[in-house]
C-alpha cells in the first residue's frame, strides 16, 4: 500500500516562528502537494512539486515556501505563523501529473497557531 | 479548467441507495471525472474515476450521460460507516494544479 506520512498529527505553535510540516511518501511518487482544508472551504492547494528540487505555486501560496530535497519528502514552511495560518494541512502525493492519476493523502496535521 | 458544482449536503437512510450528481458543463474533450471519499480527521482517498457511461467497482458506481456535463456517484445500500464529504474532481493529464478540489457533498447517513 502506499503510504504518504505526516510527521505530526497535531500542532501548537506561537505567532511569529517557523515552522515546518514534514511530508514523506514511500512509493517514488513524482508528484507532491501541500494543502490546507478550512470549514466551507474544501482543500486549498499551497504549493506542488513535481521532481526534487521543482515547485510550483499553488492557489494560496502567500505565507508559505517549500522544500523538495529528496523525491520521498516534502516539506511545507511557515516562515513566520499568524493565527490564520491555523488550519488542517494535507499532503498528497501522486505518480503522475493531473487530475486523471490517483493522489495519496496523508492523515493531516492540524495545526493551531496561538 | 473545468468547474465543477456539487450539492453542499445530502442525507439518508441506512440501506437506501445515494445518488450524488456533480455539473461540470465546461468539461473538456480529455478530462477525466473522479471522486474522492474523506472522513473526518483523515485525508481524501480515490473511489472512482470514469471518461463515459458506467464504471462500476467494489465501492460505488459513476454514470456519466452522453454529453457529460453532469456525472453521478452512486453508492448502494449506505451504512453508517459513509457518512463522509465527497469530492468531485475534473481534468486530465497535465499541470497538476488541475488537481482542484471544490467544496465537496457532506453525506449524512442516519440510522
Known amino acids: 500500500d502506499v503510504k504518504v506520512t505526516q510527521s505530526s498529527r497535531y500542532l501548537v505553535k506561537r505567532t511569529g516562528e517557523k515552522v515546518f510540516l514534514e511530508c514523506v511518501q514511500d512509493?517514488?511518487?513524482?508528484?507532491m502537494f501541500w494543502y490546507r482544508q478550512d470549514p466551507g472551504l474544501g482543500l486549498r492547494l499551497i504549493y506542488f512539486?513535481?521532481?526534487?528540487?521543482?515547485?510550483e505555486k499553488g492557489d494560496i501560496p502567500e505565507g508559505y515556501s517549500v522544500s523538495r530535497e529528496k523525491k520521498e519528502r516534502f516539506s511545507l514552511i511557515l516562515e513566520s505563523a499568524s493565527t490564520n495560518q491555523t488550519s488542517m494541512y494535507l499532503c498528497?502525493?501522486?505518480?503522475?501529473?493531473?487530475?486523471?492519476?490517483?493522489?495519496?493523502f496523508g492523515q493531516g496535521t492540524r495545526l493551531t497557531v496561538v | 479548467l473545468a468547474k465543477t458544482t456539487q450539492p453542499i449536503s445530502m442525507d439518508s437512510y441506512e440501506g437506501q441507495e445515494v445518488n450524488i450528481t456533480c455539473s461540470h458543463n465546461?468539461?473538456?474533450?480529455?478530462?477525466?471525472i473522479t471522486w474522492y471519499q474523506q472522513f473526518p480527521s483523515q485525508g481524501p482517498r480515490f473511489i472512482i474515476q470514469?471518461?463515459?457511461t458506467k464504471v462500476t467497482n467494489e465501492v460505488a458506481s459513476l454514470f456519466i450521460p452522453a454529453d457529460r456535463k453532469s456525472s453521478t456517484l452512486s453508492l448502494p445500500r449506505v451504512s453508517l460507516s459513509d457518512t463522509a464529504v465527497y469530492y468531485c474532481?475534473?481534468?486530465?493529464?497535465?499541470?497538476?494544479?488541475?488537481?482542484?478540489f471544490g467544496s465537496g457533498t457532506q453525506l449524512t447517513v442516519l440510522p
Open positions: 498528497a502525493s501522486s505518480l503522475r501529473q493531473g487530475a486523471r492519476t490517483e493522489a495519496f
Open positions: 512509493m517514488d511518487h513524482e508528484n
Open positions: 512539486s513535481y521532481d526534487v528540487k521543482m515547485k
Open positions: 465546461n468539461i473538456a474533450t480529455n478530462d477525466y
Open positions: 470514469g471518461y463515459k
Open positions: 474532481l475534473v481534468g486530465s493529464s497535465g499541470s497538476a494544479r488541475q488537481l482542484t
